[in-house]
C-alpha cells in the first residue's frame, strides 16, 4: 500500500503518478490520466476540489475511501 497522509488533498499526479518527475511518482491507482477524468465525470472516482483558479485536488478521505472499495 502506497502511504497516504491522513489529512489534506492529493494533485492528479499523486493519483495517477507520474514517471516523468524527478524522482519518478508511483500510482497510487494505476490508470491513464484520460480514464481517471472519465471516472471522475462519470461518478466512478470522486470529485475534486478547486483549491484556486488552476489547481485541482482531492481530499485524501475520498482517495482511501476508492481504494478501499477496490
Known amino acids: ?3 497516504l497522509p491522513e489529512l489534506g488533498f492529493l494533485r492528479e499526479s499523486d493519483i495517477i503518478g507520474d514517471p516523468k518527475s524527478l524522482p519518478p511518482k508511483p500510482a497510487v ?4 490520466r484520460s480514464t481517471w477524468w472519465a471516472g471522475v465525470k462519470s461518478g466512478r472516482f ?3 476540489v ?3 483558479p488552476r489547481i485541482t485536488a482531492w481530499r485524501v478521505e475520498d482517495i482511501r475511501a476508492l481504494i478501499d472499495s477496490f
Do not use: D, T
Open 1 to 3: 500500500m502506497h502511504h
Open 50 to 52: 478547486k483549491l484556486g
Open 29 to 32: 491507482i494505476p490508470v491513464s
Open 46 to 48: 470522486p470529485q475534486p
